[in-house]
């Protein structure tokens, strides 16, 4: 009997301590109060938190996962870890993706991704590929664009100034015209999309050179159809 009431008060003893951790696991003493965030640069700290939606949360019990997944849809972000420091504290650290293009709305730089997303806006220039969106069309943060026109730009302006005297500061974009450069002889160059730009390429110095040679010199040089270029 001494035996078996031993084992009874030792089960006893251990629901009480299972009782005791689970009040404080899942009572109100666990409760994230404070989210803090790391590694952004763009990304307003608060848009994150907003997103992750952990204040208020059980620690053990919150689901990590979809709180990863609601702060990687904001778009800027490239990777999200989230730990927690109790009792009461989430840590959210994010990488951002990497600007690698700049595209501009009326006086508005974007900073955009290498796969297009919209990362946020810039005041600095920074010698990055400028592409001017002539159709003035609005964008957001977090956006995707379509980032053959962006790719198209940085070919373009890292290869024309080594065949032509065309020293390239920006690049205009219309959904009509694809890439056009401007010259500094006032006329603009139309590439359309990025097919054939080899060709098109080809086709630039002597269109321009007769093209320049008008009077009154042309103000649209259109290399769309490769072979076939007109001005007007």
């Known amino acids: 009997m001494t035996l078996l009431h031993g084992r009874v008060r030792y089960l006893a003893f251990l629901v009480v301590v299972a009782a005791g951790v689970a009040t404080i696991v899942l ?11 790391y590694g952004t640069l763009l990304l307003d700290h608060s848009a994150v938190v907003d997103a992750a939606g952990l204040n208020g949360t059980n620690p053990f019990t919150v689901n990590t996962a979809s709180a990863v997944k ?3 849809a904001l778009g800027v972000p490239e990777s999200v870890w989230i730990s927690f420091v109790l009792p009461d504290t989430a840590v959210v650290t994010v990488v951002e993706r990497s600007p690698a293009y700049i595209w501009k709305v009326d006086s508005t730089m974007y900073l955009v991704s290498s796969d297009g997303t ?34 198209e730009a940085a070919y373009l302006m890292s290869l024309l100034p080594r065949l032509t005297n065309l020293d390239l ?13 401007p010259t500094p002889s006032g ?9 054939d730009l080899n060709l098109k390429v080809e086709d630039l110095g002597p269109t321009l050179k007769v093209a320049n040679s008008q009077k009154p010199p042309a ?7 490769p072979r076939h270029p007109y001005f007007r």
């Open 169 to 181: 500061h920006y690049v205009l974009y219309s959904p009509e015209q694809g890439i056009v450069v």
């Open 27 to 37: 009572g109100s003493t666990m409760r994230v109060r404070r989210t803090e965030v």
């Open 219 to 225: 103000t649209l040089i259109d290399l769309q159809s």
């Open 187 to 195: 006329a603009n160059v139309a590439f359309g999309d990025d097919q």
């Open 70 to 72: 609601r702060v990687l």
């Open 118 to 151: 919209v990362l946020g806006t810039t005041t600095r220039e920074n010698e990055r590929v400028i592409v001017v969106d002539s159709a003035r069309r609005p964008v957001k943060i977090g956006q995707n664009i379509d980032v053959r026109p962006l790719r």
